[in-house]
């Protein structure tokens, strides 16, 4: 057996021999034969991975934009690209993968017209059995509130309680969100994440209630038409109780420009009525979490502006509205979609085991955050859940529920 | 945790990928390092025909829909410089490196077929 | 005495009626003194009276019979022992030597001095030197008077001799008489020698006076037939107990229930011995019809397969002198037997019992106008030696071995041919039918017990013989008498035989039967409030005949009957207050008993018999109690010791304690054993079921178990755990736990088989892997041998095929044999190479640019890349 282990030079005769002993036609073949031959280092391919791209994320590579790995020790990894998030899974094949550096294909083969064989020696760098998976997906932004809720900011008053040290400024936080920074930056405002000394802060529930609860104050005080908010006004009133980054930032969420402008050109806002009535419920039902349904919708139209209507559809998300059949009436629960599980089986299990029938107006709000540009909310309801029914009305229950 | 894929140089080479359904194994239980695997040739018609040991095997050219990129992994040290795999600790810093993109791969999916090599000889 | 039945005490005087002579004569012929080295019969104890009557002369006929009263037990007995022993040597010897009688006594001489040497040495010498005396009276006598009884003696028995005989039957009472029977040939030989002094007549003569002996004794015999009915008329001579013993069965004084029973067991037997359907033959039960229209057996009620009668044994049990041996002499006769009594109690080796049961239940008598079958009565079997009962179990079943010593090889081969047991009925007589060495003869044999004549009956029979022999009786007397015999026929006979009649209102004093009460009688005397005839007795008397039976021995089996059997008793209880307190009886018997037998403080003992009388009063009712026999504590112990049994095994196969054996593990045995296997095929198993059958399996193995095939009695099979510790944690009589069904078992028997077999593999292997590494020579080539070939398992056939061309071509020795037979080619491997390129055709070259490379191609069938990981940053670190 010695003689195996010396290099063998394949020589084109015995290549030729080879063709005639398979009873191949020469003539068919093009000229050009590559033979194929481990490089001295196949086995050792754990530095090399195959990494999938879509046609984004080619283009992302072949322009030199950078792309990233991003998590934690114990995450699975996402890819980023600048703008997009991907899921990053390792898939195994039965096939072997000969990476092969300098193969030709056969449109490269069959150019000269000679007749002899031409041999070239190929290397196969090494067989792989595992590539990486991409699939664009949401950024995982859950983690955003538990980073920043250490420091979340509390008012002035408060800010000599936070810690420095769980402070996070920009750079930090991309090092442990596992997002694009795009989407970061874009997530960062509709969190109602404020830029304080060159630190995020999150806001604290008491204070985001607060500090609304004083502007929409200020509509009564100055007897302001709804659509007719000054925001300058507003906030040289609010000046010594709410910094100016957060009120900037507080009153582009819960307000928009209404198109009427003040004389001097300056535009006016409008609350958006929606979300000041979702946020004045989920006070309400911080403090207490089930609630008659009438009771409630008193006490939630006491607690909003006399301007604005909360309607019982806005609670989608925030609270469910159930009939209690025992005593008899319809209550509010209090059911945030923030707490529920991240999965999308412990999701739908935990949905399902809250309430056994939803509507599909019911169950969007709390599965929106899984879809992803693959997969609608009726994508997932199809997946997960099984649909019935029931006096004209779609229902959607577990699928494996009896 | 970020580990950065950067781009090596300005154009990328393109590489290939030859997919086998089934495994190369040496008969010997060696390495399969430096060793000769075997022929590759493409018919006329664009076929590609690869020959190993006794088997004969029938494949096709096919365009990836998702290409691949061909990765490399890199360790630098806190004053980047590239060090061995082997130093890598905690001090150490990873990158990936494209050094390929694959587009193309050839499979051979069918089953092989055997060369006869012991036929008697006409009498 | 005509129709006196052999008890042992005749037999014994039979074969040793020798010895007696001699010593009559030595003692002289005045001398009344005469030897009597058996035990009374029962006559006799019970009336010591009527020994002068019985040393009237004997018949000179019946000589056989000769009772040998005792009058004082003047010589010892253990001369009677030894001898014995020397006769039945001596009774084989005879048969080797000859026939002569006169040899015997010659031959037997040197045999008395050698084997008796520890006896009392004057009287050997007396009764050799009588011996002598009386061979020299003979010699120049004639040999007439002498040699007729003599013959007789030796030649003519009452038993199956151990000599070559004829049987022939007394006309008198049906006697079987077993006559010598003197080969021809031997006489010859004794006549071609020339006259010596061993005959002092010549042999012609001898022969013709032997056969005028033999002539005349046929004739006295068939002569004292005819006299047995004039006997009689002389008052005296004859007992009346024999006299007046029923002679048909209409006679018969037992129960009409007790007699039925058994004479229809004993007609079971037609079918067996007389070979005729005893259905027809029945008068009970079945309709004639029935067995009419089926003859085949098995459709006859009470006969196994085989034609045998169910219980192919009879057990008659009863006190003494109910006329048992009577009932069952008559049935027998009755059902057209010839009856073969057989003394089993009498000590003889089990080698002699066997014989004489082959003889008795094999062979026939070819003699007499209308052969008769035999029908064994064995008399006393409670007496016998638990060896002997063994054997006669054995023999019924067939299962006995025959000794080849023993029989003649004529019947050996019958025996062989069928041994489907005992093709005769055997009866068994006995007193008590619980006697500890009866145990196993009682459960398979017909048990009838026997019960006692009622006096009113009783004394109609006695009046009756009274009345025959014309004498006067006051009925009530009579009446009397026969309540304080107890009933016993033979005892009442005698007495009025003796008393010669009884008057009105005499008092008759017999002498109290001294027979060992039955268990069951003591228990009932307990549990029974008795009475006289005017009403319950009092108090005091109560207590002395409590007391009287506590002493009585068998303590604990008495306290065993009382407590089993007081629930059942009917009595006056308030508030279980009589019961506690007999309970605490119980508990002071316990405690005494205890203490007396842990210490052995004796002096303790007597205080425990009181028990007795307080549990008396509390539990005796007025109604006769139906009693049965303790079994619990038995049953308990047996259960006791087979569980330890279990535990000890158990704890050697598994090692744990056995504490921990019954406290831990065997209640929950069951449960543990039982994991929810449906009863499929194994490979229709899910992976928890085999998972589960795994560990069921390391369980069993672990523990020792095994699981062993059992057939049930309805003839299925069960598999049963072995050793049984399932049966340590159950509770008799509960609810039965789910266990696995009967496929699964089979399942798990065959993966203990192969667990086990693995097991002895591992060792084999480790033993043999230490052999191959102390022997390093072996190793190398094998893998090399392994390397070559790399056909592993997973391979498709068609590679496996191939991988051996390229073996074989690469080496170049081996290319020799690739080419081997080709005529063509046959070159240098360096020529081959050279010329290769050029062919066109199939050259090694070629082949070998083929076989080239190391690697080879492995094609998989299927494809798959569905398994998706997810990543960690780690592992891309």
């Given at each position: 057996?010695?003689?195996?282990?010396?290099?063998?030079?394949?020589?084109?005769?015995?290549?030729?021999?080879?063709?005639?002993?398979?009873?191949?036609?020469?003539?068919e073949?093009?000229?050009?034969?590559?033979?194929?031959q481990?490089?001295?280092?196949?086995?050792?391919?754990?530095?090399?991975?195959l990494?999938?791209?879509?046609?984004?994320?080619?283009?992302?590579?072949?322009?030199?934009?950078?792309?990233?790995?991003?998590?934690s020790?114990?995450?699975?990894?996402?890819?980023?690209?600048?703008?997009r998030?991907?899921?990053?899974?390792?898939?195994e094949?039965?096939?072997?993968?000969?990476?092969?550096?300098?193969?030709?294909?056969?449109?490269?083969?069959?150019?000269s017209?000679?007749?002899?064989?031409?041999?070239?020696?190929?290397?196969v760098k090494?067989?792989?059995?595992?590539?990486f998976?991409?699939s664009?997906?949401?950024?995982?932004?859950?983690?955003?509130?538990?980073?920043?809720?250490?420091?979340a900011?509390?008012?002035?008053?408060?800010?000599?309680?936070?810690?420095?040290?769980?402070?996070?400024?920009?750079?930090?936080?991309?090092?442990?969100?596992?997002?694009?920074?795009?989407e970061?930056?874009?997530?960062?405002?509709?969190?109602?994440?404020v830029?304080?000394?060159?630190?995020?802060?999150?806001?604290?529930?008491?204070?985001?209630?607060?500090a609304?609860?004083?502007?929409?104050d200020?509509?009564?005080?100055?007897?302001?038409?709804?659509?007719?908010?000054?925001?300058?006004?507003?906030?040289?009133?609010l000046?010594?109780l709410?910094?100016?980054s957060?009120?900037?930032?507080?009153?582009?969420?819960?307000?928009?420009?209404?198109?009427?402008?003040?004389?001097?050109?300056?535009?006016?806002?409008?609350?958006?009525?929606?979300?000041?009535?979702?946020?004045?419920?989920?006070?309400?039902?911080a403090?207490?979490?089930?609630n008659?349904?009438?009771e409630?919708?008193?006490?939630?139209k006491?607690?909003?502006?006399?301007?604005m209507?909360p309607?019982?559809?806005?609670?989608?998300?925030?609270?469910?509205i159930?009939?209690?059949?025992r005593?008899?009436?319809?209550?509010?629960?209090?059911?945030?979609?923030a707490?529920?599980?991240?999965?999308?089986?412990?999701?739908?299990?935990?949905?399902?085991?809250?309430?056994?029938?939803?509507?599909?107006?019911?169950?969007?709000?709390?599965?929106?955050?899984?879809?992803?540009?693959?997969?609608?909310?009726?994508?997932?309801?199809?997946?997960?859940?099984?649909?019935?029914?029931?006096?004209?009305?779609?229902?959607?229950?577990?699928?494996?529920?009896? | 945790?970020i580990?950065?894929?950067?781009?090596?140089?300005?154009?990328?080479?393109?590489?290939?990928?030859?997919?086998?359904?089934?495994?190369?194994?040496?008969?010997?239980?060696?390495?399969l390092?430096?060793?000769?695997?075997?022929?590759?040739?493409?018919?006329?018609?664009?076929?590609?025909?690869?020959?190993?040991?006794h088997?004969?095997?029938?494949?096709?050219?096919?365009?990836?829909?998702?290409?691949?990129?061909v990765?490399?992994?890199?360790?630098?040290?806190?004053?980047?410089?590239?060090?061995d795999?082997?130093?890598?600790?905690?001090?150490?810093?990873?990158e990936?490196?494209?050094?390929?993109?694959?587009?193309?791969?050839?499979?051979?999916?069918?089953?092989?077929?055997?060369?006869?090599?012991?036929?008697?000889?006409?009498? | 005495?005509?129709d006196?039945?052999?008890?042992?005490?005749?037999?014994?005087?039979?074969?040793?009626?020798?010895e007696y002579?001699?010593?009559?004569?030595?003692?002289?012929?005045?001398?009344?003194?005469?030897?009597?080295?058996?035990?009374?019969?029962?006559?006799?104890?019970?009336?010591?009276?009527?020994?002068?009557?019985?040393?009237?002369?004997?018949?000179?006929?019946?000589?056989?019979?000769?009772?040998?009263p005792?009058?004082?037990g003047?010589?010892?007995?253990?001369?009677?022992?030894?001898?014995?022993?020397?006769?039945?040597?001596?009774?084989?010897?005879?048969?080797?030597?000859?026939d002569e009688?006169?040899?015997?006594?010659?031959?037997?001489?040197?045999?008395?001095?050698?084997?008796?040497?520890?006896?009392?040495?004057e009287?050997i010498?007396?009764?050799?030197?009588?011996r002598?005396?009386?061979?020299?009276?003979?010699?120049?006598?004639?040999?007439?008077?002498?040699?007729?009884?003599?013959?007789?003696?030796?030649?003519?028995?009452?038993?199956?001799?151990n000599?070559?005989?004829?049987?022939?039957?007394?006309?008198?009472?049906?006697q079987?008489?077993?006559?010598?029977?003197?080969?021809?040939?031997?006489?010859?030989?004794?006549?071609?020698?020339?006259?010596?002094g061993?005959?002092?007549?010549?042999?012609?003569?001898?022969?013709?006076?032997a056969?005028?002996?033999?002539?005349?004794?046929?004739?006295?015999?068939?002569?004292?037939?005819?006299?047995?009915?004039?006997?009689?008329?002389?008052?005296?001579?004859?007992?009346?107990?024999?006299?007046?013993?029923?002679?048909?069965?209409?006679?018969?004084?037992?129960?009409?229930?007790?007699?039925?029973?058994?004479l229809?067991?004993?007609?079971?037997?037609?079918?067996?011995?007389?070979?005729?359907?005893?259905?027809?033959?029945?008068?009970?039960?079945?309709?004639?019809?029935?067995?009419?229209?089926?003859?085949?057996?098995?459709?006859?009620?009470?006969?196994?397969?085989?034609?045998?009668?169910?219980?192919?044994?009879?057990?008659?049990?009863?006190?003494?002198?109910l006329?048992?041996?009577?009932?069952?002499?008559?049935?027998a006769?009755?059902?057209?037997?010839?009856?073969?009594?057989?003394?089993?109690?009498?000590?003889?080796?089990?080698?002699?019992?066997?014989?004489a049961l082959?003889?008795?239940?094999?062979?026939?008598?070819?003699?007499?106008?209308?052969?008769?079958?035999?029908?064994?009565?064995?008399?006393?079997?409670?007496?016998?030696?638990?060896?002997?009962?063994?054997?006669?179990?054995?023999f019924?079943?067939?299962?006995?071995?025959?000794?080849?010593?023993?029989?003649?090889?004529r019947?050996?081969?019958?025996e062989?041919?069928?041994?489907?047991?005992?093709?005769?009925?055997?009866?068994?007589?006995?007193?008590d039918?619980?006697?500890?060495?009866?145990?196993?003869?009682?459960?398979?044999?017909?048990?009838?017990?026997?019960?006692?004549?009622?006096?009113?009956?009783?004394?109609?029979?006695?009046?009756e013989?009274?009345?025959?022999?014309?004498?006067?009786?006051?009925?009530?007397?009579?009446?009397?008498?026969?309540?304080?015999?107890?009933?016993?026929?033979?005892?009442?006979?005698?007495?009025?035989?003796?008393?010669?009649?009884?008057?009105?209102?005499?008092?008759?004093?017999?002498?109290?039967?001294?027979?060992?009460?039955?268990?069951?009688?003591?228990?009932?005397e307990?549990?029974?409030?008795?009475?006289?005839?005017?009403?319950?007795?009092?108090?005091k008397?109560?207590?002395?005949?409590?007391?009287?039976?506590?002493y009585?021995?068998?303590?604990?089996?008495?306290?065993?009957?009382?407590?089993?059997?007081?629930?059942?008793?009917?009595?006056r209880?308030?508030?279980?207050?009589?019961?506690?307190?007999?309970?605490?009886?119980f508990?002071?018997?316990?405690?005494?008993?205890?203490?007396?037998?842990?210490?052995?403080?004796?002096?303790?003992?007597?205080?425990?018999?009181?028990?007795?009388?307080?549990?008396?009063?509390?539990?005796?009712?007025?109604?006769?109690?139906?009693?049965?026999?303790?079994?619990?504590?038995n049953?308990?112990?047996?259960?006791?010791?087979?569980?330890?049994?279990?535990?000890?095994?158990?704890?050697?196969?598994?090692?744990?304690?056995k504490?921990?054996?019954?406290f831990?593990?065997?209640?929950?045995?069951?449960?543990?054993?039982?994991?929810?296997?449906?009863?499929v095929?194994?490979?229709?198993?899910?992976?928890?079921?085999?998972?589960?059958?795994?560990?069921?399996?390391?369980?069993?193995?672990?523990?020792?178990?095994?699981?062993?095939?059992?057939?049930?009695?309805?003839?299925?099979?069960?598999?049963?755990?072995?050793?049984?510790?399932?049966?340590?944690?159950?509770?008799?009589?509960?609810?039965?736990?789910?266990?696995?069904?009967?496929?699964?078992?089979q399942i798990?028997?065959?993966?203990?088989?192969?667990?086990?077999?693995?097991?002895?593999?591992v060792?084999?292997?480790?033993?043999?892997?230490?052999?191959?590494?102390?022997?390093?020579?072996?190793?190398?080539?094998?893998?090399?041998?392994?390397?070559?070939?790399?056909?592993t398992?997973?391979?498709?056939?068609?590679?496996?095929r191939?991988?051996?061309?390229?073996?074989?071509?690469?080496?170049?020795?081996h290319?020799?044999?690739?080419?081997?037979?080709?005529?063509?080619?046959?070159?240098?491997?360096?020529?081959?190479?050279?010329?290769?390129?050029?062919?066109?055709?199939?050259s090694?070259g070629?082949?070998?640019?083929?076989s080239?490379?190391?690697?080879?191609?492995?094609?998989?069938?299927?494809?798959?890349?569905?398994?998706?990981?997810?990543?960690?940053?780690?592992?891309?670190?």
């Amino acid at each position: 057996m010695a003689d195996v282990k010396e290099k063998y030079r394949r020589t084109a005769d015995d290549v030729q021999k080879v063709i005639t002993l398979s009873k191949l036609d020469e003539t068919e073949l093009t000229e050009i034969t590559q033979v194929l031959q481990f490089s001295p280092e196949s086995d050792q391919t754990s530095h090399i991975k195959l990494l999938e791209l879509d046609s984004h994320l080619l283009q992302a590579v072949k322009e030199g934009d950078s792309l990233t790995f991003r998590g934690s020790e114990e995450e699975s990894v996402v890819l980023c690209s600048r703008n997009r998030t991907y899921d990053l899974q390792e898939a195994e094949t039965s096939n072997s993968l000969l990476l092969v550096p300098d193969c030709k294909f056969s449109k490269e083969t069959g150019s000269s017209a000679g007749t002899c064989r031409i041999l070239q020696e190929t290397t196969v760098k090494g067989v792989f059995y595992t590539y990486f998976e991409v699939s664009q997906c949401r950024p995982r932004l859950n983690k955003l509130h538990k980073v920043l809720a250490s420091s979340a900011f509390n008012g002035k008053e408060c800010e000599s309680l936070v810690d420095q040290t769980t402070l996070y400024n920009w750079e930090k936080l991309v090092q442990e969100i596992q997002a694009s920074e795009d989407e970061l930056r874009e997530a960062l405002s509709s969190y109602l994440i404020v830029n304080i000394n060159g630190y995020l802060r999150s806001l604290t529930f008491e204070y985001e209630t607060h500090a609304l609860s004083l502007m929409l104050d200020l509509i009564d005080e100055n007897s302001w038409e709804m659509d007719e908010i000054d925001k300058e006004m507003s906030f040289s009133l609010l000046e010594e109780l709410i910094p100016d980054s957060v009120f900037q930032v507080l009153f582009h969420a819960y307000a928009e420009p209404s198109g009427k402008t003040k004389e001097n050109g300056e535009s006016l806002f409008r609350y958006n009525e929606e979300k000041v009535c979702k946020f004045l419920a989920k006070v309400l039902l911080a403090a207490s979490p089930v609630n008659k349904y009438d009771e409630f919708m008193e006490a939630w139209k006491i607690g909003t502006p006399d301007c604005m209507e909360p309607k019982d559809s806005w609670l989608g998300g925030i609270a469910l509205i159930v009939f209690n059949t025992r005593k008899n009436v319809k209550e509010i629960i209090s059911y945030p979609a923030a707490d529920l599980p991240d999965g999308i089986n412990q999701r739908f299990e935990e949905l399902f085991k809250t309430k056994e029938k939803w509507t599909i107006e019911e169950i969007t709000p709390y599965i929106f955050d899984l879809t992803t540009t693959k997969t609608n909310v009726n994508g997932l309801l199809t997946k997960y859940a099984r649909s019935s029914m029931s006096n004209g009305i779609k229902y959607y229950s577990s699928k494996h529920c009896k | 945790m970020i580990i950065r894929i950067k781009k090596d140089g300005e154009d990328t080479n393109e590489w290939a990928i030859i997919e086998l359904q089934g495994d190369l194994e040496s008969r010997t239980n060696q390495s399969l390092n430096d060793q000769f695997i075997g022929d590759l040739h493409y018919t006329k018609t664009g076929t590609p025909i690869l020959i190993v040991g006794h088997h004969i095997l029938y494949g096709k050219e096919v365009s990836l829909d998702k290409p691949f990129a061909v990765l490399e992994k890199i360790h630098y040290n806190e004053n980047d410089q590239v060090v061995d795999k082997s130093m890598s600790d905690s001090r150490t810093r990873t990158e990936y490196t494209v050094r390929a993109i694959v587009k193309k791969k050839l499979v051979f999916r069918v089953r092989p077929k055997p060369i006869i090599a012991n036929v008697p000889k006409m009498v | 005495m005509a129709d006196e039945f052999p008890d042992p005490d005749e037999e014994f005087d039979l074969v040793h009626e020798d010895e007696y002579e001699i010593l009559r004569e030595i003692e002289g012929k005045s001398c009344k003194k005469q030897l009597n080295f058996s035990q009374t019969s029962e006559v006799s104890t019970a009336k010591p009276t009527s020994q002068r009557i019985e040393v009237a002369p004997i018949p000179l006929d019946q000589s056989q019979s000769v009772n040998l009263p005792t009058q004082n037990g003047l010589d010892k007995p253990s001369t009677t022992s030894n001898k014995r022993t020397i006769e039945d040597l001596f009774g084989d010897l005879k048969d080797l030597i000859g026939d002569e009688d006169f040899q015997d006594v010659a031959c037997c001489e040197p045999k008395v001095k050698k084997l008796c040497w520890d006896q009392e040495v004057e009287i050997i010498k007396k009764i050799v030197a009588g011996r002598k005396r009386e061979a020299d009276k003979w010699k120049p006598m004639n040999v007439n008077s002498n040699l007729p009884r003599d013959s007789k003696k030796d030649s003519i028995s009452m038993r199956v001799p151990n000599w070559n005989f004829v049987a022939v039957t007394r006309c008198s009472d049906s006697q079987r008489l077993y006559i010598r029977v003197k080969s021809d040939s031997k006489c010859t030989v004794v006549k071609s020698r020339p006259a010596s002094g061993l005959l002092s007549v010549s042999f012609s003569k001898l022969k013709a006076e032997a056969e005028e002996i033999m002539v005349n004794a046929a004739k006295k015999m068939s002569e004292a037939s005819g006299n047995s009915e004039l006997i009689p008329a002389a008052f005296g001579h004859e007992l009346w107990v024999d006299k007046y013993r029923p002679h048909k069965y209409m006679e018969l004084l037992s129960e009409e229930g007790v007699n039925r029973t058994f004479l229809r067991w004993l007609k079971l037997w037609d079918k067996i011995v007389f070979h005729r359907d005893p259905v027809r033959r029945r008068i009970m039960k079945t309709a004639p019809k029935f067995g009419d229209k089926k003859k085949s057996n098995t459709a006859v009620e009470g006969l196994d397969e085989k034609g045998f009668p169910v219980p192919r044994i009879v057990l008659l049990s009863g006190p003494p002198g109910l006329g048992k041996t009577t009932l069952a002499h008559l049935a027998a006769k009755h059902a057209g037997y010839n009856v073969i009594d057989v003394n089993a109690s009498s000590d003889r080796g089990t080698k002699e019992f066997k014989a004489a049961l082959y003889s008795a239940t094999q062979m026939k008598a070819v003699m007499g106008k209308n052969p008769k079958p035999n029908c064994l009565v064995m008399d006393e079997v409670d007496g016998a030696p638990p060896a002997s009962i063994d054997i006669l179990l054995k023999f019924i079943h067939g299962k006995l071995e025959e000794d080849t010593d023993q029989l003649p090889k004529r019947k050996k081969k019958k025996e062989k041919k069928e041994s489907t047991g005992c093709r005769r009925p055997i009866i068994c007589i006995c007193n008590d039918a619980y006697a500890p060495s009866l145990r196993a003869l009682r459960q398979i044999a017909l048990v009838i017990p026997v019960c006692g004549v009622s006096a009113g009956r009783l004394a109609g029979r006695l009046m009756e013989i009274l009345h025959r022999q014309g004498l006067n009786a006051d009925p009530s007397a009579l009446v009397s008498l026969a309540e304080q015999s107890g009933c016993d026929v033979r005892a009442c006979l005698g007495a009025l035989q003796y008393m010669g009649g009884i008057k009105a209102g005499q008092k008759v004093s017999i002498a109290p039967k001294d027979v060992r009460r039955g268990i069951f009688d003591c228990w009932r005397e307990i549990l029974q409030v008795p009475r006289d005839k005017i009403g319950p007795m009092n108090i005091k008397e109560r207590i002395q005949r409590i007391l009287q039976v506590a002493y009585g021995g068998e303590t604990d089996l008495l306290v065993r009957g009382v407590f089993h059997n007081y629930p059942e008793i009917l009595f006056r209880d308030e508030g279980m207050e009589t019961v506690a307190a007999a309970l605490d009886w119980f508990q002071l018997y316990d405690v005494l008993n205890d203490t007396v037998m842990s210490q052995q403080t004796w002096n303790l003992m007597p205080y425990s018999n009181y028990a007795f009388v307080a549990w008396h009063f509390a539990f005796a009712g007025i109604q006769n109690p139906k009693l049965t026999y303790p079994t619990v504590e038995n049953e308990v112990n047996q259960k006791l010791a087979r569980t330890n049994a279990i535990l000890r095994v158990t704890r050697q196969a598994s090692g744990i304690d056995k504490m921990a054996l019954v406290f831990d593990l065997a209640p929950l045995l069951t449960d543990l054993l039982t994991p929810s296997l449906r009863s499929v095929s194994y490979h229709l198993f899910s992976h928890a079921e085999r998972a589960d059958l795994v560990r069921l399996v390391n369980v069993l193995l672990d523990l020792g178990l095994n699981l062993f095939q059992d057939k049930t009695p309805e003839g299925g099979y069960v598999y049963n755990l072995e050793p049984n510790l399932e049966e340590v944690g159950t509770f008799p009589n509960c609810r039965t736990r789910r266990s696995l069904t009967y496929a699964v078992k089979q399942i798990l028997v065959r993966e203990i088989e192969a667990a086990r077999l693995k097991k002895y593999e591992v060792v084999a292997t480790a033993i043999s892997d230490s052999n191959i590494k102390a022997g390093a020579s072996v190793k190398p080539p094998e893998t090399q041998k392994n390397s070559d070939t790399p056909s592993t398992p997973t391979v498709p056939n068609h590679l496996v095929r191939l991988q051996p061309i390229t073996t074989q071509v690469t080496p170049e020795s081996h290319q020799y044999l690739d080419f081997f037979g080709r005529l063509v080619v046959k070159k240098s491997p360096q020529n081959q190479e050279s010329t290769g390129g050029q062919n066109n055709s199939v050259s090694p070259g070629t082949r070998q640019a083929l076989s080239r490379s190391d690697v080879w191609f492995k094609y998989k069938e299927g494809y798959s890349n569905a398994v998706r990981r997810k990543v960690r940053i780690r592992d891309l670190q």
